[in-house]
């Protein structure tokens, strides 16, 4: 069976490779010098940024359990960060749009470092910390850093249009290539030089301060909401507002956290998925294989988005429906392919169609993460942005919560068709937005504010 990974890998680069060099004018976007030196400096502190996330993934729990923890005290600790995220998150993105997006980013690098530091520590309340700190920070990386690139291309007057370019691009890079290079140096300072499991933290936090020396000598600040005499629960009222007020924000955001709860949920699924009878599997090159498929599902969204149509709204239902149907194959193996018995050896027939499935939804997650950043940056009031895109991840980290709080309470075919089901309504909210895309706004946001700020107080 180990040919079958490597075939799946090779066709994967192959198609990758041949989507890039096969792009003709028609997907290409003209743009200027001053934007590809723009969008390169970006694109290069992105990058940073994603390396000193990624290196950390893979060896989290294994740092966990080399300190002794089980299961269930290493469970905590990962809903500890989701919790932190879904708590903080939204006060850090409020803020990030009042004191400046520059600020909120550099305070991303120096909250990540502090938690890489903790996992020094094998006491349970320090890594806590480092936990809770984990979760502020990730709160900024998928918040902060998109509001600045926005409002700063918006501020230089480039074209529209050229946002998707580095979308894409920085998921291609960030998502992908970045992925996969972390990987191999985490292993190779793990397994080869033996440093042990804390060396790919140290590694991060390098990576991170890099990027934060970038950031404060190349990027200048922007804000969202200028008005001075705004406190952070007239920030909170004017967010939920726009998004009671707008149905494409609000559904915007209904879309987001469906997908991303299906994600976040495959990411715990996917290896006992492949090996429920400790079927000896490769999960390193396996999760090199899920970001070349990745790859291809950004370097695809670069060529759609290049186009006048289809529309980001209408391909959008297309890829719902078909990550929808890629996460139901676990549940038609478990019917079509009788299960087999034997502990331990090579991945099983029904794996093998699995991972092919699994490629499948992670080329979906691929077009899915540009695409949403190009309708975040219509839909979105760029006076609340960071707030707006944070309130989005309060119900996503809820539920990522509930499921690793019961993660053992349900079969795996549960969880999985309860991800499909999610992914089908989607798909199916996805189509209203198309319905009314092209609908004007009922208000500006100097109304929404206005509107939050006459709110009755809220007794806390």
Known sequence: MEVFYYMVFGILGVVVAATELSKSNKDRINTSSTFNGFKNNYLFVYS?????????????????????????????????????????????????????????????????????????????????????????????????????????????????????????????????????????????????????????????????????????????????????????????????VAIASDEKIALLGAIQSLFEGSMYTFVFLWTPALSPNDEDIPHGFIFATFMLSSMFGSSLASRLMARQAPRVESYMQIVFAVSAASLLLPIVTSFLVAPTKEKGGSISFAGCIQLLGFCAFEACVGLFWPSIMKMRSQYIPEEARSTIMNFFRIPLNIFVCIVLYNVDAFPMTVMFGMCSIFLFVACLLQRRLMAIADKPKTEDWVAMKERGSEAEPLNI
């Open 48 to 240: 940073l940024m994603m390396a000193g996330d990624w290196l950390q993934g893979p060896y989290v729990y294994y740092l966990y359990s080399t300190y002794g923890y089980g299961k269930g005290d290493i469970g905590q600790l990962f809903i500890a960060g989701f919790g932190s995220s879904m708590l903080f998150g939204t006060i850090v993105g409020s803020l990030a749009d009042k004191q400046g997006r520059k600020r909120a980013c550099v305070t991303y690098c120096i909250t990540y470092v502090l938690s890489c530091i903790t996992k020094h520590s094998p006491q349970y309340k320090i890594l806590m910390l480092g936990r809770i700190l984990g979760g502020i920070a990730t709160s900024l990386l998928f918040s902060a850093f998109e509001s600045w690139l926005v409002a700063e291309h918006n501020k230089r007057g480039f074209e529209q249009q050229w946002l998707s370019i580095t979308f894409s691009k920085a998921i291609f890079l960030g998502n992908g290539v970045v992925a996969i290079l972390a990987g191999l140096l985490g292993n190779t300072l793990v397994d080869a030089l033996a440093l042990g499991p804390v060396a790919p933290f140290d590694a991060a936090s390098c990576f991170l301060t890099i990027g934060m020396f970038v950031i404060l000598f190349t990027w200048t600040e922007n804000y969202g909401d200028p008005s001075e005499n705004k406190d952070l629960l007239t920030q909170f009222r004017g967010a939920a």
